[in-house]
């Protein structure tokens, strides 16, 4: 009955499937669906978003047990507050 934080929203390790993304290209890892899917557990999407420089909002979003509702989720998400969702290198397929 615990719960383990995994980075869902980037594929360090390229092996995931390229899936759309609030309209762009971009692949997920893997390995939290399929965690997810072996112990039957959804898979929760959290965002934290800051609110200023003492304050932020952690933000759960319904559990997701596919790749669809997985990348709905993050999709909604990072189109609440874009600017929040930083990246330190290309995310996007489509980015050079």
Same mark, same amino acid.
């Given at each position: 009955?615990?719960?383990?934080?995994?980075?869902?929203?980037?594929?360090?390790? *390229?092996?995931?499937?390229?899936?759309?993304?609030? *309209? &762009? &290209?971009?692949?997920?890892?893997?390995?939290?669906?399929?965690?997810?899917? +072996?112990?039957?557990a959804?898979?929760?999407?959290?965002?934290?978003? +800051? &609110?200023?420089?003492?304050? #932020?909002?952690?933000?759960? #979003?319904? *559990? #997701? +047990?596919?790749?669809?509702?997985?990348? &709905?989720?993050?999709?909604?998400?990072?189109?609440?507050? !874009?600017?929040?969702w930083? #990246?330190?290198? !290309?995310?996007?397929?489509?980015? !050079?």
């Open positions: 009955g615990g719960q383990v934080g995994l980075l869902a929203d980037r594929d360090y390790g *390229g092996h995931g499937r390229l899936t759309a993304c609030a *309209g &762009r &290209r971009l692949r997920l890892p893997p390995g939290p669906l399929a965690l997810a899917r +072996r112990s039957g959804p898979l929760l999407v959290a965002a934290l978003f +800051r &609110r200023s420089c003492q304050d #932020a909002l952690l933000v759960l #979003a319904p *559990g #997701a +047990r596919s790749e669809h509702g997985l990348v &709905r989720q993050l999709a909604r998400l990072i189109c609440a507050a !874009p600017a929040q930083t #990246a330190f290198h !290309p995310v996007f397929e489509d980015q !050079p």
